[in-house]
């Protein structure tokens, strides 16, 4: 299926690695130019390189930066000549106990993920709206559906970013002008960081790494993890010609891990 994207600009967030990478894999096959931050430079320019081998005729650029700051976003949307696609990412805040909690923890949080993607979003929205096209995905978690209790800095900010999207993206200056806001959740994946958070809770509780992702397993349907490249292809759906009726939605890609009917 063409996608209808060939040609268009898209700027993919924390995207060296992990799902991010999954998303400006899946695009730039789809012969989308991209614009690829994070904020490790070397894992960056490497994740560029393999992309530029995939696609040889887009154009795939850096910018190394924080996106969580003033200073990341504005350098991110210099190198992009106009952003079509913006896929917000960034990585989740740490698990823990909300008694221990700083409010020094909880604005990192919500500047990361709720915060960073609002100004995103308000930096790229109009111009979308002006052109008559504009796709923008927000990865958050499968966890706004089915809260973790030791994910209480996630599912808050997470949740307020949702609950933002569900106003913004069904504004008929947006939604009439083909400008579609989405979610895109994951369940579990395997990524690095997975795999790093993983590896310290073996050590902390003395077993191994695959017993703990078993027990994760337990609860998912699919029985296996899912993968960054079928993440990056839903993603790239979400942003087809084909889903220019699909606006502001939470689509849940867990392997069945929810057990809600709605």
Known sequence: MDLGLQGRWALVCAASKGLGKGCAKALVAEGVNVVITARG???LEATAAELRA????????T????????AGRAAA???????????????GPPPGDFRDWSQADWSKALEANMLTPIELIKATVDAMAERGFGRIVNITSGAVKAPIDVLGLSNGARSGLTGFVAGVARQRRLAARNVTINNLLPGVFDTDRIRTTTRAQAQKAGKSEQELITARLANVPAARLGTPEEFGAMCAFICSAQ?????GQNVLLDGGAFPGTF
């Open 41 to 43: 430079s070397e894992a």
């Open 54 to 61: 995939l696609a040889p005729s887009v154009q795939v650029r």
């Open 243 to 247: 889903a220019s009726y699909l606006t």
């Open 63 to 70: 910018a190394a930066g924080d996106i969580a700051t003033a």
């Open 77 to 91: 949307l210099a190198a992009c000549p106009q952003v079509d696609i913006l896929v917000n990412n960034a990585g």
